[in-house]
């Protein structure tokens, strides 16, 4: 069982194309434990190479609201008086933790994207 790492593009072209005709190998046996560490290191290669980056808290927001049809009437119980979330949207007034909870907690959005800093807007957690 002959792996070497994923160091190009082209290692990790073929190394997909190698995974996709494993992609049937029963658990246990050696393809499937080749077929493991292959998309071990294709997972590896990826994550190095194509960072997933978390929103800025304010789009995941304005996301949210879209995908669900939601107003900022909806938002006032979790962050407040209507004044206080247009300046959240705005990026004027940084949400709290309390705001982070209840808006991962309410609205399911990923805790992750509203606890991230954004230098562009200036948003941050207080």
């Known amino acids: 069982m002959e792996i070497r790492p994923i160091k190009t593009e082209a290692d990790y072209e073929a190394t997909l194309k190698e995974i996709e005709g494993l992609m049937s190998a029963v658990a246990d046996s050696p ?18 190479r194509y960072p997933m980056h978390f929103p800025d808290p ?56 509203l606890l991230k800093h954004s230098s562009r807007r200036g948003s941050h957690v207080a």
Do not use: C, W
């Open 31 to 48: 393809e499937g434990d080749r077929l493991d560490v292959l998309v071990t290191l294709v997972e590896a290669y990826e994550r190095d």
């Open 58 to 113: 304010v789009e995941a927001i304005k996301f949210r609201m879209e995908q669900q049809g939601l107003t900022v009437d909806d938002l006032v119980p979790v962050i407040g008086r209507k004044n206080r979330v247009y300046e959240i949207l705005a990026g004027k007034r940084p949400l709290t933790l309390r705001m982070i909870e209840g808006l991962h907690e309410t609205f399911a959005i990923p805790a992750e994207s």
